[in-house]
């Protein structure tokens, strides 16, 4: 039988991530979809420590760390460097948390997609500083418990829409992706290895520790933040989008809340306020 | 051949000519013209390495990072603001080993906005692993770029060429400019160790625990206090090619004198100047520039220095609380000394320091008026 992936593994074994990450399924999906010919970019984030200490590596792959608001920038200058040598082959990807991606690095990459630089961003969301202990980032959704926003009802703010951010830059390819599809994951890669210019790829990636559910639920909150609607799987090539896909009726929300213990403080009329959020997006697209 | 160029076009045709693969930078006055010949002359053909105009300083550094990683030839150009926003990543690089060569001219720091020289910049980033170059003249920083990329890849660490801003950043001055097959004879190609391959997939710049790295911060200092060779070597080189060039320290009738006024950057010509107009009058006046700040050349300094000689040191730079910085480097380089060694601030955000000024500071110091440890902030009463 063929497997519908690649059976290459470039991540290997000895990381040290925790149990059941979801940021470690995630980079096996993308080096699958990306193959040998990669430098990975990784800024301060929790792929800092997944990566394993000096001199080892858990990654098949060069990679070279980067400071935390760095990472676009340092992956531009690896790929002109290489364009310079006259190798047009080898894939530059930026691996970086939602830390980096929606706070810290936001100029580096904007500033990256903004000149059409030839490199694949590709963010693994865990929705907040989760290598420093779980502090609120502008991924983190709106009434999560995390260090920084202990009280009830948790943080006030919606995230930001990064895919709009993005998608405002008019990249040369946008997509979502999370583990739990992992044959849509793994074409994302293999499709953004192929395509020139900016490419981003926003990776919802739970996180056991960060988001308090039991690790063996990874894959199937992975799996139902997709069917609630919370995290639609769609593309965006030349500016049209596209649903990757389309459940003939959503699950409820509380599905995907119920088992994460950041958001057990949930009061009744937030849980119902998220349901609607959901619905209210997804009509708009269905539309 | 020869041109009429400002300091800041010398620096940008010091880049092309040392065949820079990627170069990134981001405007900032002072440093502006060095940006613009360089995207005229990749536009043109004349730069055939990639220049990329980054979102910011510390972007333009990260892109170097980058790209030196993979084994290019790096180079930027900042000032002032951009050099204290890029700090992080000056201390990268340096930690990575990357021989990245910046450019930086000297302008004051904010607040209040001032625009003009001022060394606070450059020596603030004392402790980031960065050789520092001070420069006189463009024909100067232009020769020293090609020198430092030649002694940074052999110490294998970074290094910042700098010029004051506006005194020789935008001052057209004849600048002999070395043909292209001059500079290749001077600067081999870059041969890059441990680099970035697929081929050899490593990681750089992992987790280590302190044992490491307080060796690898060992290594750096040892490869530091290396380059005090190879950049002495050099210019020697570099004087047998093209008939010019200096060392660590230029030393400037200090043999027989009693009070040597020590500068460094384009206040150091003037300075020359001061000392002949002492001399005509009899007296027995020297002066001393230091070229190179980090690695500091301590033994280079002792050996031109007459036993009693009056030190008068002037800094465009102060340490709040402290002093000029390298009135401090300077008597810890001296220690222990009974050596008199005097301190003035002079001249911080752009203010003129003029032969007439510098004859005026040598003459307190000569007469012995100076209080040792405490700086004298002197302004020109003209």
């Known amino acids: 039988m063929k497997p519908s992936i690649p059976a290459e593994e470039l991540l290997r074994p000895g990381h040290q991530a925790c149990q059941g990450c979801g940021a470690t399924i995630a980079m096996r999906y993308a080096l699958k979809g990306l193959g040998p010919k990669t430098i990975l970019v990784v800024p301060a984030c929790c792929w800092t420590v997944i990566a394993g200490s000096a001199p080892r590596s858990s990654v098949g792959v060069p990679l070279l760390h980067s400071p935390f608001a760095a990472a676009a920038a340092t992956a531009t200058g690896v790929k002109q460097a290489l364009v310079q040598k006259g190798d047009l082959e080898t894939q530059v990807m930026v691996w970086a948390g939602d830390g980096s991606t929606y706070d810290i690095g936001l100029q580096a990459w904007s500033g990256a997609a903004d000149r059409g630089e030839d490199i694949l961003y590709a963010c693994y969301d865990n929705e907040a500083y989760m290598n420093t202990g779980i502090q609120r980032s502008g991924a983190t959704p709106r009434g999560a418990w995390t260090m920084t926003t202990p009280d009830a009802p948790g943080s006030q703010r919606p995230p930001k829409d990064i895919g709009a951010i993005v998608r405002a830059h008019r990249p040369a390819y946008f997509a979502t992706a999370t583990p739990a599809f992992s044959e849509d994951m793994v074409r994302k890669f293999q499709k953004a290895r192929a395509i020139k210019g900016f490419r981003f790829i926003h990776v919802l990636s739970p996180c056991p520790p960060g988001w308090k559910y039991d690790p063996g639920e990874t894959v199937s909150l992975s799996r139902l933040a997709v069917q609630t609607g919370i995290f639609p799987l769609y593309e965006v090539e030349d500016e049209r989008l596209r649903l990757n896909m389309r459940p003939a009726k959503l699950k409820p929300v509380e599905e995907f809340l119920a088992p994460q213990g950041r958001f057990k403080k949930l009061t009744p009329d937030q849980r119902r306020a998220i349901q609607q959020d959901v619905e209210r997006r997804w009509e708009a697209w269905a539309a | 051949m020869k041109k009429v160029l400002m300091g800041n076009h010398a620096a940008a045709l010091g880049a092309a000519l040392a065949r820079v693969d990627v170069a990134a930078a981001y405007p900032i006055t002072p440093q502006t013209q060095s940006v613009e010949l360089l995207a005229e002359l990749a536009a043109k053909g004349d730069f055939k390495g990639r220049f990329v105009l980054a979102d910011s300083e510390h972007s333009a550094m990260s892109i170097l990072l980058g790209a030196a990683s993979v084994g290019a030839r790096t180079f930027t150009s900042t000032s002032s603001h951009g050099l204290a926003y890029m700090h992080e990543l000056l201390h990268w690089v340096a930690g990575a080993r990357l021989p990245v060569v910046m450019v930086e001219v000297n302008r004051a720091l904010a607040a209040p906005w001032n625009l003009w020289t001022d060394q606070t910049d450059s020596l603030s980033q004392r402790d980031t692993g960065w050789m520092q170059f001070y420069c006189a003249t463009s024909q100067e920083v232009l020769d020293t770029v090609l020198q430092a990329y030649r002694v940074a890849e052999r110490v294998r660490l970074p290094a910042m060429v700098v010029l004051d801003g506006f005194t020789l950043s935008h001052t057209y001055e004849p600048v002999d400019v070395p043909s292209q097959a001059a500079a290749d004879a001077f600067l081999p190609p870059y041969q890059p160790p441990d680099i970035l391959d697929p081929a050899r997939p490593i990681s750089l710049g992992g987790l280590t625990m302190p044992k490491e790295y307080f060796r690898l911060r060992r290594r750096i200092d040892h490869d530091m206090r290396r380059a005090l060779g ?153």
């Not at chain 2, 280079?300 to 910085?325: F, M, N, Q």
């Open chain 2, 230 to 382: 190879e950049i002495a070597a050099a210019g020697r080189d570099f004087q047998t090619q093209f008939g010019r060039g200096c060392g660590l320290v230029e030393d400037y009738r200090c043999e027989d004198a009693a009070t040597i006024l020590v500068t460094a950057g384009a206040v150091g010509s003037t300075a020359q100047e001061a000392v002949d107009s002492l001399r005509a009058e009899g007296l027995r006046a020297g002066c001393l520039r230091l070229r190179v700040f980090r690695p500091f050349p301590t033994q280079a300094l002792r050996a031109c220095l007459p036993p009693r000689a009056r030190l008068a040191v002037v800094d465009r730079s102060y340490s709040p609380g402290a002093s000029g910085i390298f009135f401090q480097e300077i008597k810890a380089a001296l220690y222990p000394s009974r050596r008199e060694i005097a301190g003035y601030v002079a001249g911080l955000g752009g203010g003129d320091i003029t032969v007439e000024f510098l004859r005026d500071i040598w003459r307190d110091a000569d007469a012995g008026r100076a209080v040792a440890d405490d700086p004298a902030w002197v302004e020109d009463a003209r």
